[in-house]
């Protein structure tokens, strides 16, 4: 079992940053895909960013195309955690914000029935 707690949300005007963290425990998951999803109200959970290991250190990213440009995920195995940096953000960007671990490595990552544990969320709000 792997239990993931997201943390690092907040209020923050648009133009601003923020770094939302997923601290994974249970397991390494080094070798995991993981992924950040977002679930604004009213509407379903859209995915934003994955990263998928691709053997070594290497490992491959993908973006959803509206933050593209604008946000970064990243991971410190040492610690366990992934990371997503959110900068220039917009009131768009305004949910709760969801870390997604996947067993299998490789994964492209955008489909959120691929992941086989969820944090509990961490809301980012942006005004404008």
């Known amino acids: 079992q792997v239990q993931l707690v997201e943390s690092g949300g907040g209020l923050v005007q648009a133009g601003g940053s923020l770094r939302v963290s997923c601290a994974a425990s249970g397991r390494t998951v080094s070798t995991y895909t993981m992924g950040w999803f977002r679930q604004a109200p009213g509407k379903e959970r859209e995915f934003v960013a994955a990263?998928?290991?691709?053997?070594?250190?290497?490992?491959?990213?993908d973006y959803t195309d509206s933050v593209k440009g604008r946000f970064t995920i990243s991971r410190d195995n040492a610690k366990n955690t992934v990371y997503l940096q959110m900068n220039s953000l917009k009131p768009e960007d305004t949910a709760v914000y969801y870390c997604g671990a996947a067993r299998v490595p490789g994964l492209l990552g955008r489909i959120a029935r691929e992941y086989d544990y969820w944090g509990q969320g961490t809301q980012v709000s942006v005004s404008s």
């Open positions: 990263s998928s290991w691709s053997g070594g250190n290497i490992y491959y990213t």
